[in-house]
Every structure is written in C-alpha cells, then in structure tokens.
Nanobody, 124 residues
Framework: VQLQASGGGLVQAGGSLRLSCTASGRTFSTYAMGWFRQAPGKEREFVAAITWSAGRTYYADSVKGRFTISRDNAKNTVYLQMNSLKPEDTAVYYC??????????????????WGQGTQVTVSS
C-alpha cells in the first residue's frame, strides 16, 4: 500500500482545513486508516483512526469535537476534516494504514504503512 497525503497549508486560528490521503492497492477497503502528527521537537502522536468498514472512529483527546475522520473506499481515500484549528495543531501530518486495525503508536508496533507527510501551520 502506498499513501499520498495532501491538503496541508497555512491557516489562522479558528479556521479549517481538510487533509486527504489516497492509497494505491486493491485491498484498501480491508485496511484501517488514520492520521498522526509530529510537531518540531516532539514525538509523532496519534490523531485519529477509522476502521476498514468505517464503522468506528477513534480520536486523540486533544482533537475530539474538532476533527472528523472519514473514508471513501470507492476512491481509496481517507479524509481528516479539521475545524477550530489552534496554534498547537501545527505539525506535519502523516496518514497511516494497517491491516484491519490501526495501532495508536508510531514506533515499534505502529502502522505498517506511512504517507510522506503534509505540513499544517496554524497562526495565532
């Protein structure tokens, strides 16, 4: 599975962005997908995940109520709608994929596949 993320950019606090991640491969629908982020000087952290059937979603406490993850298996694409953005959301955002379920850790035991990252900058 190869992942291509897009949609990052510069936005003012309180604004919105939508990230997209398109996957190659015929078995996209059997993979759980998600997003992680990494701010300068910090470890990569879990943001959101969605099961392969889109039946369940998971969020980090820091983004609950502001971010929404969704997927379109027909387009092999997962989305992250980010609303009410804060300066502390500034980071490189990475999409990730893993068979059936997505680990919420980025190191050992983390997702098998990663996208290249897209920069999100929120100005105050």
């Amino acid at each position: 599975v190869q992942l291509q993320a897009s949609g990052g950019g510069l936005v003012q606090a309180g604004g919105s962005l939508r990230l997209s991640c398109t996957a190659s491969g015929r078995t996209f629908s059997t993979y759980a997908m998600g997003w992680f982020r990494q701010a300068p000087g910090k470890e990569r952290e879990f943001v959101a995940a969605i099961t392969w059937s889109a039946g369940r979603t998971y969020y980090a406490d820091s983004v609950k109520g502001r971010f929404t993850i969704s997927r379109d298996n027909a387009k092999n694409t997962v989305y992250l709608q980010m609303n009410s953005l804060k300066p502390e959301d500034t980071a490189v955002y990475y999409c990730a994929a893993n068979k059936f379920s997505l680990p919420q850790v980025s190191g050992t035991g983390g997702p098998e596949y990663w996208g290249q990252g897209t920069q999100v900058t929120v100005s105050s």
